[in-house]
């Protein structure tokens, strides 16, 4: 019944929205004539469809039809019965017709059901395959078979049926099919078909399973007029262009031979950006990040972020990168002008303002989309962006790259999961049909670039770069659906590039045939300007003015750049306000903590809700961590690692741990989301460390199973905030090669090429186990290469005075135990700058049983371990544990070390007894600690010094650690040391053997021959 009232009520809604719409339908839409030539015959090149008899409707039983329409129109025709005034004319007139009264419009007479369905399979097809149709190429150049059930005659209509009337009316249905326009000609029908789906734009949305977003599409394409702009408008849209069009010419002539990767061909797109912005802001956006390639770069930042343009001109002629009275300070290594970032606030047309940032970003194309996306899901977390419509994500793409580039679909993929959504990113493709010197045949295997995102249910919009006001319009719907929906949306602004890949670059060797039509097609400036002329919209003496004013201000602003002075360059956002950068001293500080609060927290996170029904294995787990809290002692690895979480939450820190499988971790060891075994519900204990904390203030998350991807946007979530702890983890750290790009361009060099800080902490989890070649090592020597600290130098290591770590690119350490894990977690947040950390972390050593700490070396309690002038800290070296004193010269070696071997050493020297064996674990590898190592070497002044690791030669720290330990010992002046003494695996291509025998056996060579009585020969 309720279904029958829900139904009537629609009817009834129908009857009304016939009767307020009536006057639409009364005008029609001015519909210009098919072309002469009739329909498109398919019939010569395909067999079409034998055409059906047509059956009278009155002739069709009632199961013909489905269920809810037939009520639907029995609603319809007992209101029309009782008053045929009730219902839209057209109506009237199908109800005169199909009810056996006298037909009043002879045009429809004789019509039938099947010819209904044909036609509603006719626009279907439009909907599906108009864009195939569209004129999309300014170039005219593009060859495209048209699908074949575009063709009328494919449906057995003929020229005469033009001027009849068919009824297409569908319920629930929107634009053409919908139930207020049912009786129209097939000749207006066909007309605005191929004016909504065949003009400019190509609308891809019928891959789109959501009815109610089809429909939403349907009333924006499908409307009963083109859409059209008032004067006033066009005149914006005017102005716009000419910025964009005469600001690559300025460049062109001012710097000739200068590579800027101009738009021209592309100039459209600067317009359709500010009107996208201006809409946006609209409908509520506050904030836009932006992450855009090297094209049209320059012409973005200067017209739609308003960077100033006399800074651009002097950057572009190469003389203001370094402001003058910024020699000697953090200026980094900075990057072409072209990668650069920048933000400003941007007045919109609407009155309101809207924060614009473009990311830096590295030549490495699409690499920066994650990072856009995590920069953003940031933003909203912190400006307590709910439902996600304030903070807004635009990418633009080469269409090369959108299509070839495997981040894209990395990144579109994180776009519907709950804790990586951004509520819909807008993606802008430049699609100039060629990828530097690639056509689309050879660049991709799919019809369009834009084809990757049809995984997504995302709306495609095709269109002509050259149809100005066509590319305003799509622009606009694309912040219209994003702040209707929260979901992807696709630009692809077909063009051309004028020019070669670059300026100087001849195109003409590889795309003849293009250029040829490019050297004589006119601007999409000259074709708007044109419109509008004949249009009478606008007078030529406007255009001039618009012309000469930008021109002038271009010439202005060119003088003024040539003693133009950068102001200090601006390396930190609001948020950072007081961090320091590496010129200035950030102390070293206690990151121990107060026994009470230890407790407390430890209580929380370790207890399950009474009536939780987890597995019993985790039960007695959570008992065992409750027993350590309780007795302080032997606190593992995870919960370690969950005493740093909430330590952080409750000093007012966000927390985020993302990666794969994180939530319990792969090693089964983290469990920080627990499962009711009978209900499924999960519990997140850190998320209950304070009363009525925010869910998402500590928040851990699977992720998709992507490396690029995530890691790329825990980065750029790691950038919003400095008061965050942002953690990634690679299943297994070998996996994180995945990433590699993300470790080259950003982590390693970000801060060095674009001042931009970042305290983002990766978990590479792995172990020499004799798991084989794939999973022993996280490529400890990559990340260690990639270091900056200089091998031969030995900085400032003065306590008051260090500042290694701020100097340096990123921190690499290998810890080995639970509270100096914990210690290292907590120094990211507690000081006053922000350095990535890269943690070889451990696979056994998360169950092994020497691998435990005790609660007091959390803790800032005088005189416990750890403990020393400056508080509790995270041990950069750890000594050696047998209570060596200051001065040991019995000790005939020392061994360094790093990581799980040193628990293997331990064993060793314990089960050979060698008394006279130091091993000293370093901790934190990179920057090098040369105050502790040469305190160990003054400790033992007659020892053999040795390196000693499981990996290969090759692999490892060992190269790292060579140089930096022979200047250690150089400059204690013991010795000319050139080369030091190595106990390892010998070096080899593959990470680690795939032989569990031989694995053990190499294993326990190595330990032996470290420990044992023997001096160790090396190199030979
Ligand atoms: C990951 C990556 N591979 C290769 C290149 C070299 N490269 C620079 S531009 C370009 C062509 C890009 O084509 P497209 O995405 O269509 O952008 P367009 O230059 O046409 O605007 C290539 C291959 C690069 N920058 N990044
Ligand atoms: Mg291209």
Same mark, same amino acid.
């Given at each position: 019944m309720a279904w029958f009232r829900a139904v009537s009520g629609v009817a009834r809604h129908a009857v009304r929205k016939n009767l307020i719409q009536a006057s639409h339908h009364v005008t029609r839409p001015r519909i210009s004539p098919l072309p002469s030539r009739g329909f498109r015959s398919t019939s010569a090149r395909h067999n079409a469809a034998p055409i059906p008899r047509p059956v009278p409707l009155s002739k069709l039983t009632d199961s013909f039809l489905d269920g809810t329409s037939s009520v639907y129109l029995e609603e319809l025709q007992r209101a029309w019965e009782a008053d045929p005034n009730s219902v839209d004319e057209?109506?009237?007139?199908?109800? @005169?017709?199909?009810?056996?009264?006298?037909?009043?419009?002879?045009?429809?007479?004789?019509?039938?059901?099947?010819?209904?369905? @044909?036609?509603?399979?006719?626009?279907?097809?439009?909907?599906?395959?108009?864009?195939?149709?569209?004129?999309?190429?300014?170039?005219?150049?593009?060859? @495209?078979?048209?699908?074949?059930?575009?063709?009328p005659a494919f449906y057995g209509f003929t020229d005469e049926d033009l001027d009849r009337e068919f009824f297409i009316g569908v319920w629930r249905m929107s634009g053409f099919l919908s139930d207020n326009r049912p009786v129209q000609t097939l000749r207006s029908i066909l007309n605005r078909l191929q004016q909504a789906y065949c003009g400019s734009v190509g609308y891809e949305y019928m891959h789109i399973a959501d009815r109610d977003q089809c429909n939403w599409l349907r009333d924006q394409i499908e409307t009963v007029k083109p859409r059209a702009y008032g004067r006033d408008r066009q005149e914006v849209i005017l102005d716009r262009l000419i910025w964009s069009t005469q600001f690559e010419n300025f460049l062109a002539t001012k710097w000739v031979t200068a590579k800027r990767f101009g738009l021209e061909g592309a100039e459209t797109l600067i317009p359709g950006m500010k009107e996208m912005f201006d809409r946006a802001s609209d409908l509520g956006v506050e904030s836009i990040v932006v992450g855009m390639p090297h094209r049209g770069r320059l012409n973005v930042l200067g017209n739609v972020f308003r960077k100033p343009l006399r800074q651009i001109f002097s950057e572009f002629s190469g003389s203001g990168t370094k402001a003058v009275e910024e020699v000697g300070s953090y200026t980094g290594t900075g990057d072409v002008k072209y990668h650069l970032g920048t933000s400003y606030d941007r007045p919109t047309r609407g009155g309101k303002r809207i924060h614009l940032s473009l990311v830096a970003n590295p030549s490495h194309l699409e690499a920066v989309d994650p990072v856009v996306l995590g920069k953003i899901r940031g933003k909203q977390y912190y400006s307590n962006d709910i439902d996600r419509t304030k903070n807004l994500a635009v990418l633009i793409h080469g269409d090369g790259s959108f299509a070839g580039q495997g981040v894209v679909y990395e990144t579109l993929h994180l776009s519907a999961l709950p804790n990586y959504t951004t509520g819909g990113t807008i993606h802008i493709v430049v699609n100039n049909q060629v990828a530097f010197t690639t056509d689309p045949t050879a660049g991709r295997s799919s019809q369009y670039c834009t084809d990757v995102a049809k995984a997504l249910d995302a709306p495609i919009f095709h269109v002509n770069g050259d149809d100005m006001e066509a590319v305003v319009h799509v622009f606009e719907l694309a912040a219209e659906w994003r702040q209707t929906f929260h979901q992807d949306v696709v630009v692809d602004v077909v063009c051309y590039r004028r020019f070669g890949h670059n300026e100087m670059d001849e195109p003409s060797f590889t795309?003849? /045939?293009?250029?040829?039509?490019?050297?004589?097609? *006119?601007?999409?400036?000259?074709?708007?300007?044109? /419109?509008?002329?004949?249009?009478?919209?606008?007078? /030529?003496?406007?255009?001039?003015?618009?012309?000469?004013?930008?021109?002038?201000?271009?010439?202005?602003?060119?003088?003024?750049? /040539?003693?133009?002075?950068p102001k200090r360059r601006d390396w930190l956002s609001a948020y950072w306000t007081g961090f320091k950068s590496p010129e200035q001293i950030s102390r070293v500080r206690n990151t121990g903590v107060k026994p009470e609060i230890l407790k407390r927290v430890g209580e929380a996170i370790t207890t399950l809700p009474e009536n939780f029904k987890a597995h019993k294995v985790l039960k007695r787990i959570f008992e065992e961590r409750y027993q350590m809290i309780q007795t302080g002692e032997g606190v593992d690895w995870a919960l370690g690692e969950a005493l740093a979480f909430a330590t952080l939450l409750v000093e007012g820190n966000h927390v985020r741990l993302s990666g794969q499988d994180v939530e319990r971790g792969t090693f089964s060891h983290r469990h920080s989301v627990i499962h009711d075994q009978e209900t499924g519900e999960i519990y997140c204990p850190l998320d209950h460390v304070m009363i009525n904390q925010n869910e998402e203030m500590f928040t851990v998350s699977n992720s998709s199973l992507s490396e690029f991807g995530v890691l790329g946007f825990e980065l750029g979530y790691s950038m919003e905030n400095p008061n965050s702890l942002i953690l990634w983890e690679a299943q297994f750290g070998d996996f994180a090669n995945g990433a590699q790009v993300i470790f080259d361009q950003f982590l390693s060099s970000g801060e060095s090429k674009w001042l931009r800080q970042t305290g983002l902490v990766v978990l590479l989890p792995h172990g020499y186990d004799g798991q084989g070649p794939e999973h022993s090592s996280a490529r400890l020597e990559r990340f260690l290469q990639m270091s900056d600290d200089n091998p031969y130098v030995i900085p400032e290591m003065d306590p008051?005075? @260090?500042?290694?770590?701020?100097?340096?690119?990123?921190?690499?350490?290998?810890?080995?135990?639970?509270a100096n894990y914990f210690h290292v977690l907590r120094r990211q947040i507690h000081r006053e700058f922000r350095k990535p950390l890269i943690v070889m972390s451990p696979k056994n050593l998360l169950r092994h049983p020497k691998c435990k700490s005790n609660l007091s070396e959390f803790d800032d309690v005088q005189g416990h371990p750890g403990f020393d002038k400056q508080g509790t800290r995270f041990k950069r070296l750890i000594k050696d544990q047998n209570d060596h004193s200051d001065l040991e010269e019995g000790i005939r070696r020392l061994v360094l070390c790093s990581g799980k071997v040193y628990y293997d050493l331990d064993e060793e020297r314990r089960t050979a007894d060698a008394k006279d064996v130091a091993i000293c674990r370093v901790e934190q590898l990179c920057p090098f600690p040369y105050d502790l190592v040469q305190r160990e070497l003054k400790r033992y002044p007659n020892a053999e010094v040795v390196w000693c690791q499981e990996e290969p030669m090759n692999m490892g720290a060992y190269n790292y650690i060579s140089p930096r330990l022979c200047t250690a010992i150089r400059e204690l002046g013991r010795g *000319?040391?050139?080369?030091?003494?190595y106990v390892g695996r010998p070096p080899s291509a593959a990470t680690a053997t795939g032989f569990l025998g031989i694995h053990q056996k190499e294993q326990k060579e190595l330990v032996q021959k470290a420990i044992g009585p023997d001096p160790v020969q090396f190199p030979l």
């Open positions: 057209s109506w009237d007139n199908f109800f @005169r017709n199909f009810v056996g009264q006298a037909a009043t419009s002879p045009g429809i007479s004789g019509q039938t059901i099947q010819e209904s369905m @044909r036609l509603l399979l006719l626009v279907r097809a439009y909907q599906v395959n108009g864009h195939m149709m569209a004129k999309l190429d300014p170039l005219g150049l593009e060859e @495209r078979e048209v699908p074949v059930d575009l063709d795309q003849p /045939k293009m250029y040829q039509v490019i050297r004589s097609h *006119p601007s999409a400036l000259h074709i708007y300007q044109n /419109k509008l002329l004949e249009s009478g919209s606008i007078k /030529k003496e406007s255009i001039d003015s618009i012309n000469s004013k930008v021109n002038s201000i271009l010439n202005e602003e060119f003088n003024s750049s /040539k003693d133009y002075i008051t005075m @260090r500042k290694q770590i701020q100097e340096c690119n990123w921190q690499v350490v290998n810890v080995t135990t639970p *000319p040391v050139e080369v030091t003494k």
